[in-house]
């Protein structure tokens, strides 16, 4: 039997499949199980994975139209089970899954928008569950393909190899991070497509947060972020204006990782960073502002959630559709108006536990 699992949707959507792909691997241990990726992150968290037999990598986003077809057609009747990642709520991946043609595929049946994004192509389905974790809803759809009821969910997989660990280790050692030192990981960005860019908090708040915990705690800040968040790093360690502040370059999502794991604490936003975190069992502040809690809450780790809960939040719910705020006061109030003292409680509740800390 050959499983073909589409993980097209993003980094932290491919991570929180990881349970999901174990169980796959559990209940069908006879079968060959291969991935299909477009971002090199996701690549690079599969390939350590065990289980794998195959990563098939394109970057349907920025190769010609044909090509991508080419390709696609190219996995005709290979695989008898298909799977698109939850979430997966668009019609690209529901052609994509069709045209590579296996006999059973499946799919999350979504509660909104899910007819006009062609969700009648896939053939074994569940029905959208807004209560559920992402990575609970994957699990549900495994178990209606294997037929086989999970007894646990297990946490997120990131497997750090040797070399990994060892470039985070000389990073440490060059800017002499001390043992016994309090770090605490900004991850300050998040996507920028279908304007999700409007879930960042701002960086001028990472920044007095930093401040305040430089001040308070003596902490040394790393910022993390991808090259295309480069700007806003640079912005944010301006204005702490600290040797405490260190901006992580990083040259692979798995380099990044080995760094993250030093860190005591981590604050981010509704990112793949977040779910990085939380696959490194790393306290975890989640800024979230219109995005659906119950979807990506940081998943078996100690986690708080820094929100204004409004009455009109969650207001994102998993479709092509751009984010848009309908409010007519403050548009993103939930994320604009939180602010440095609010999400710096919820640190200091986890700072003054030192004896639950991370070493």
């Known amino acids: 039997m050959k499983i073909l699992v589409i993980a097209l949707s993003g980094i932290g959507d491919a991570l929180m499949f990881t349970p999901s792909f174990k169980k796959l691997h559990d209940d069908f241990p006879s079968a060959k199980i291969d991935l299909l990726a477009m971002y090199k992150g996701v690549k690079d968290i599969y390939q350590n994975l065990p289980g794998v037999n195959n990563i098939l990598f394109h970057d349907f986003l920025n190769e010609p139209k044909l090509k991508s077809l080419s390709f696609v057609l190219g996995l005709h009747n290979k695989y008898d ?74 946490p997120l997989n990131l497997n750090l190899s040797n070399s990994d660990i060892d470039y985070a280790n000389n990073f440490l050692s060059t800017g002499k991070i001390l043992k016994n030192e309090i770090v605490i990981g900004f991850h300050p960005g998040c996507s920028s497509l279908k304007n999700h860019n409007k879930r960042r908090w701002e960086a001028e708040k990472f920044a007095q947060l930093g401040r305040k915990l430089i001040d308070k705690y003596g902490a040394k800040i790393f910022v993390f972020g991808g090259p295309e968040e480069d700007i806003i790093k640079v912005n944010i360690c301006s204005k702490i204006n600290s040797e405490k502040v260190f901006n992580i370059g990083a ?42 809690k119950n979807y990506i809450y940081p998943w078996q780790t100690e986690y708080k959630i820094a929100s204004l809960e409004l009455e009109c939040s969650p207001c994102f719910y998993y479709s092509p559709k751009p984010l848009t705020c309908s409010r007519n006061d403050v548009l993103f109030k939930c994320i604009k108006e939180l602010t440095v003292d609010h999400v710096f409680e919820r640190v200091k509740e986890f700072l003054e536990a030192n004896s639950q800390l991370k070493n």
């Open 251 to 292: 040259d692979s999502l798995l380099h990044t990782a080995a760094i993250m794991n030093r860190c005591n604490l981590f604050v981010t936003n509704d990112s793949s960073l977040m779910h990085v975190a939380s696959a490194l069992s790393l306290k975890t502040i989640a800024i979230l502002g219109p995005t659906n």
């Open 81 to 154: 089970i298909s799977i698109n990642v939850y979430p997966s709520n668009r019609k690209e991946y529901n052609i994509i899954s069709r045209l590579i043609g296996a006999k059973k595929r499946g799919a999350v049946s979504y509660l909104r928008k899910n007819f006009v994004n062609l969700g009648f192509l896939n053939n074994i389905k569940i029905k959208e569950n807004d209560l559920l974790h992402n990575v609970e809803e994957n699990i549900r759809l495994c178990e209606v393909i294997s037929g086989k009821k999970t007894e646990s969910i297990s």
